[in-house]
């Protein structure tokens, strides 16, 4: 029997595993727990959701979707690729900045779900590193990056960087620095080392 559609409750469900999950961790985490949040029936969130690492993956989907579609926003009123890039950067921490608890599950919880890590196809999430390479490859086209760079590994690099100071961001309460200050360093390491 398949799970039913999208509702109000599906959504509560969400949120409130988002918090449950932020706080207690997604291993320490109960079903019960999450029920309570969201103030359901135990029972009502199986009539959404297989079992604790499907509500894992399916709020990091509706997640990637507001991401997405964010970023597009962000990047439509830009011409100039190299700055493209660096809006990317700025807008991609300014999320982990603003909204600490979805951060801490992607950067942390997440990575330790063996049915996420190992089954899912994340179809959202090559979506995402796509744009970047969008950029590179308009960029390369244009003139302003050059050519012999491989838009497929400069994704990856640059995603990697901003993946890598997220995840200190997240778990760091020694900052000493400001994370608008971040993605503009590197987005000009790139840029520097891709501009023709």
């Known amino acids: 029997m398949g799970k039913k559609k999208k509702s109000e409750k599906y959504y509560r469900i969400i949120e409130a595993a988002t918090r449950i999950f932020a706080r207690n961790g997604f291993y320490h985490s109960r079903i019960s727990e999450i029920a309570r949040e969201a103030g359901v029936a135990d029972g009502t969130i199986y009539i959404y959701f297989d079992n604790k690492d ?3 993956i399916s709020l990091f989907e509706e997640q990637m979707k507001a991401v997405i579609e964010n970023m597009a926003e962000q990047l439509s009123d830009i011409d100039d690729p190299a700055e493209k890039l660096e809006r990317f950067a700025a807008t991609h921490l ?7 608890d979805m951060a801490e599950i992607i950067q942390v919880e997440l990575r330790q779900s063996g049915k996420f890590m190992k089954e899912y196809r994340n179809e959202q999430f090559i979506y ?6 969008g950029i590179i490859v308009e960029g390369q ?8 760079v491989i838009p497929k590994v400069v994704k990856r690099a640059f995603f990697g960087a901003l993946d890598e100071v997220s995840r200190f961001w997240v778990l760091s309460t020694r900052r000493q620095y400001d994370i608008r200050t971040v993605a503009k360093q590197i987005s000009h390491f790139f840029l520097d080392g891709i501009r023709a």
């Open 54 to 56: 499907d509500i894992l």
């Open 94 to 100: 300014g999320l982990i900045e603003n909204n600490h």
């Open 128 to 133: 995402y590193l796509d744009m970047i390479e």
């Open 141 to 148: 086209k244009r003139g302003v990056f050059r050519k012999e």
